[in-house]
């Protein structure tokens, strides 16, 4: 059904009008989402978002390792970590306009508010030196709907004007359960299955919008593919603390995510329809939709007041079978996948942790930031990625490690760069803000030992 997009693969603002999407978990608002499965979603609590998204190399007795399985083994024995957190996101959609001289002539918008619960996640040991954690988060977001009216004289003159919308919904949300052990001293490895599942569909409508030659001869069409997703991939992930004190603590770490396909169930319906009679047509079968590999690798520092981080990530969307996945669109338009790489640094300070009259000092304040190519390119232009983040971590009380965090993010995708020239079609540019909500909780090094009364 996407090979019929008509020019509207990037310009849902410059034909017509975009609205929101109806479904609660639905996060993502963006006609690159038409293709693939859709907007990747930030990993990590919001103690990392805060932080640029960086987390393959930390390694806490306070929070839980949603990024590095190796990291489950910090946890100490008489604990357990429970994060949840929400995100609310502020999504604006911007694209340049041109008239049939190319000429410009005006800036298009739109957008869309929406919240939702971003990451639940749980780590308690198992005996010294080895835990286990779970993990629940979206992966991966579908949400756009456009729509335009072509009235162009070869339409108009026969039958009246056609109108056209595209839409799609749905997510991938990924469940992850690991163990972590360290069998050396400041060496750690850790193994994770994920669970990817999911349904996606993608919407299709072509109708007369004012029949001038009699309603029996023309059809309206309504197609609709929908993939339902239920698969397991596995990580794989090391940390190495190179200096592991009372003062101060230096940790490399690394993971690797084997990909491969997914093969969802997917199944097309396609109506057809006039006055006299409705023709309907439906198919299943199974889909080729990829996951890449992916590695990471990453460094961070921390001390009692002061943590950095810095950290890298590829991604292989362009290897493997993802190749045969080039589609071809109206006006010689090509999306083609392509292999991603993302550069993180991150930064959090906190005054003095033990100060007892000032609440303040004892606030962690952080910020990052982090920067990459989307996973696909229009016509041969590469869509890039950018946000800075900030963030602050209250504790609930003194000496405690449960604790409310809050991450900002401001961020921004493609450019108003023109990516057809004949006829002129502009890039479509997408600035968005988050504010991210978590709750560390339960994490006190006494959960489970027994209280005594004199």
Known sequence: MQVVVVAATLSLLGFGKASAQGGAAVTAYSPYTMFGIGELQTIGTAQMRAMGGVGVAWRSTQMPSMINPAGYSATLQNSFLFNVGVEGNFLQNAQKQYGASGDFTRMAKNGKNSVNIHEIAIQFPLVKGLGMGLSLMPYSSVGYKMSFLDQRDEIAGNVGAAAYTYS????????????????????????AAKYYWGKISHNYVSEVANNIVGSSSFLSVIGEDEYAISNFKFQVGLQWNAIANDKRMLTFGATYDYGGGLRPKVTKSLVLNNSYETDVVRETGISQMQLPHSVKAGVMYHDPKFMAAVEYEFQAWGGGNNGRFEEKVNNNMTVKYVDTHTAKVGFSYTPSRFDVRNYFKRVSYRVGFRYSNYYQTYNDRAIPQYAVTAGFGFPLKFMGTSSIDVSLEYGLRGSHALMNSAPKIGMIRQDYFKVGLGFSLFGEDYWFVRPKYD
């Open 168 to 191: 799609g919904d749905g997510d991938v949300t990924e469940v992850k359960l690991g163990i972590g052990w360290e069998p050396f001293k400041n060496f750690s490895f850790g193994v």
